[in-house]
C-alpha cells in the first residue's frame, strides 16, 4: 500500500520543509511518496492545499493519505506502529502533545454544534471520537471515494471537524490511537486571524448541521 504525505505550507522555511523529509524517511515506510502544498502566495486555504495534495496522491495510486501541518514532529513514531489503527479506523488521529498538554483527538457538542479537543487521558489504545486533530490525520482511499474532498468553504480551522462529521455520517469510522504521541508547535496560536476564522467556521459548522 501506498502512502501519501501531504504538507500545507504557508511562509514555511526551507530547513523546516528539509526537517519533516527527514522525519518521514526516519518512519521507514516501504513505499510512499511526499507532497509539499505551497499556499504562500496562492490566497488558498487549509482544506484547499489538503485537497490538492490528495489529488495529486490519488494519481500516484497512493491508498492511504496522510494530513499533516509543517509545525510538527514526527520523530517519537515509528511506521509500523502508525497503522495498526487502520484496523479499526477509515480516519485516525494519534495523541497530540501541545503547549505541555496532551489531547486524544475531539468531541462535537452536540447542543452547540461545535467542536473540542478530549484532554482527558483514555483508557484503551483504540476509541472511536468525533474527530481527529486536522494537524495530523490519517485517512483511507474509500473515505476519499465515498464523501469526497475537504469542504473549501471554511478556508482553515474546522475542515477537519467537518470532514470526520460527514464521514460519521457516511457510516465511516473515526478514532484515536493514543497510545502514539506528536508534538504540535502550533505557531499561529496568538493569530487574530486564527480567532476570526474559527468564529466564522464554528457559525458555518453550526449552520450546515444544526437545527432547532
Not at 474532498?149 to 473515526?174: I, N, P, Q, S, T
Not at 493569530?191 to 437545527?211: D, V
Amino acid at each position: 500500500m501506498k502512502t501519501g504525505f501531504i504538507f500545507v505550507l504557508f511562509k514555511t522555511l526551507k530547513s523546516e520543509i528539509n526537517r519533516l523529509k527527514q522525519e518521514v524517511k526516519d518512519l521507514k515506510f516501504r513505499n510512499y511518496q511526499i507532497y509539499f502544498i505551497d499556499n504562500t502566495n496562492n490566497h488558498q486555504g487549509y482544506a484547499a492545499g489538503v485537497n490538492q495534495g490528495i489529488k495529486n496522491a490519488l494519481k500516484d495510486n497512493c491508498e492511504l493519505f496522510v494530513v499533516a501541518n509543517p509545525d510538527i514532529s514526527l520523530t517519537a513514531l515509528k511506521s509500523p506502529t502508525l497503522l495498526e489503527a487502520s484496523a479499526y479506523f477509515d480516519i485516525w488521529g494519534l495523541a497530540m502533545k501541545q503547549e505541555n498538554k496532551i489531547y486524544y483527538g475531539g468531541e462535537i457538542d452536540k447542543w452547540r454544534m461545535s467542536g473540542g479537543l478530549i484532554e482527558k487521558k483514555l483508557k484503551s489504545r483504540f476509541v472511536p471520537t468525533d474527530f481527529v486533530s486536522g494537524s495530523l490525520m490519517f485517512i483511507k482511499k474509500k473515505v476519499i471515494d465515498k464523501i469526497g474532498f475537504f469542504d473549501e468553504g471554511y478556508f482553515m480551522y474546522y475542515e477537519e471537524v467537518d470532514f470526520c462529521h460527514r464521514a460519521k455520517r457516511a457510516k465511516l469510522k473515526v478514532g484515536i490511537d493514543s497510545k502514539l504521541i506528536y508534538e504540535h508547535f502550533e505557531i499561529s496560536k496568538d493569530s487574530p486571524t486564527k480567532e476570526y476564522y474559527l468564529f466564522r467556521n464554528r457559525l458555518k459548522f453550526l449552520l450546515k448541521y444544526g437545527s432547532l
